[in-house]
């Protein structure tokens, strides 16, 4: 079962939460669409992550999970306590 990721979570760079009001672990969740920090030329310069998730929504966005890939091919790692079930 993949953890949620949250902001500051590396995917080749630290990336950013989208949630405004949805928390875990106290910090906002990354989604598809959040930017990757930049690490390296094109395509680590400008990367967003995207997300398999398909059952679950949070703010109208859609969350990442650990090994969800960034549109640079790295994978996200995640050490949240909070998981989500395929369903």
Known sequence: MPSVSTNGDVAGGSTTGLTTNVFVNGKTVVC?????????ISPHAAATMTSTVTNVTMNGKVPCVAGNTATCGHAIV??????ILSG
């Open 78 to 83: 995640s050490a949240s306590t909070v998981v």
């Open 32 to 40: 598809a669409g959040s930017l990757v920090a930049s690490h390296g």
